[in-house]
């Protein structure tokens, strides 16, 4: 689930995101969304520039107060783990819901509840449906 805004408008925040393995093979193009790993953190920015080894990346939206250029970084390709496939903003809504109090009992106990429960609430309601006044 992307965390961040600094994709927008592509990908917003609390997008559920896909990415497709990058093989050595790969033909990576300026414009690509891709997912790297920087110094043990994980990015998620657009190439650039393509050099003869290395990639320059930058995020599509800087926060009003942050200076433009300060997320730009040089990347080598064994550094990208994957390139931007497709996302799904409201399954990423759905899962973060699902890890609310409120989302974790309707999503959990609510559905086990009424499986435990299924025959005497079944009986009640097919009872009362036949009795006449």
């Known amino acids: 689930i992307f965390e961040s805004s600094t994709m927008s408008p592509i990908l917003k925040k609390h997008d559920l995101v896909f990415f497709e393995k990058i093989m050595p093979n790969s033909d990576l193009k300026i414009g690509d969304i891709v997912l790297f790993k920087d110094h043990d953190l994980l990015y998620v920015e657009r190439i650039v520039n393509i050099e003869t080894d290395s990639y320059t990346v930058d995020i ?26 497709k996302k799904n903003s409201y399954l990423g809504a759905l899962i973060l ?37």
């Open 97 to 133: 819901f699902s890890n609310t109090i409120f989302g974790r009992f309707l999503f959990l106990i609510l559905p086990c509840i009424l499986i435990f429960f299924y025959q005497p609430i079944k009986t009640h309601f097919t009872k009362d449906s036949h009795t006449t006044y």
């Open 60 to 85: 599509d939206s800087y926060p009003p107060d942050a200076q433009k250029g300060v997320m730009i970084k040089s990347i080598q390709k064994d550094q990208i783990y994957g390139r931007y496939y």
